[in-house]
């Protein structure tokens, strides 16, 4: 049986050395912005959407304004209302 003899000069390893090394450098590189969208930009998260077999409310995470509207009336009607207002003493 034939012995397998494995040689490797030393600019063959540390080119390899090298190459490893820039592709883990470049694997485990982070974003600065770190995938969170810029707040000052567009904030898509800013309204909320809440769909039940009854109403449906959609509030303004920002003001706290939300529309609501019940399913069981015969004609949509949208109800403009605000949560801070709401929960004042003596509110609506």
Do not use: C, Y
Request: charged share 25%; proline share 7%.
């Amino acid at each position: 049986m034939k012995t397998l003899t494995v040689a490797i000069d030393l600019r063959s390893f540390l080119l390899g050395a090298f190459a490893l090394g820039g592709l883990l450098t470049l694997t485990n590189f982070k974003p600065a912005h770190d995938g969170q969208p810029d707040p000052t930009v567009v904030d898509t998260r800013r309204f909320q959407v809440v769909a039940s077999d009854r109403q449906t409310i959609i509030l303004d995470t920002k003001t706290g304004r939300f529309i609501l509207d019940p399913f069981g009336t015969t004609k949509p009607k949208w109800v403009v209302g605000d949560f801070e207002e709401l929960q004042k003493p003596g509110g609506k």
